[in-house]
């Protein structure tokens, strides 16, 4: 890899807004606000709206939706193709 041209690879806590939790990983993107960890060190912040732990996919409340009852109501009302 050629030095200097890469963003500097570090630690950064992740704070999710709706769902109040906030969790350290490494990341390339950076922030001016800090927070100080469990571990007593401080880190760059970066608030996002939706994490795992918020997303309805994630908490198990997806909704899944009717796809088969929308092609049966499809048919029904343009027929079925190819069925001249």
Known sequence: MKPG???SYGP???R???ARSAFLTRSTMTS?????????NT???VDVEISNVSHPFYTGTARVLDTAGRVER???RYG???AH
């Open 5 to 7: 041209i890469h963003p």
């Open 12 to 14: 950064v806590v992740f």
């Open 16 to 18: 999710d807004k709706a």
């Open 80 to 82: 079925r193709r190819g």
């Open 43 to 45: 880190y760059p912040v």
């Open 74 to 76: 499809f048919e029904r």
């Open 32 to 40: 001016d606000k800090t927070i100080q960890w469990e571990d007593g």
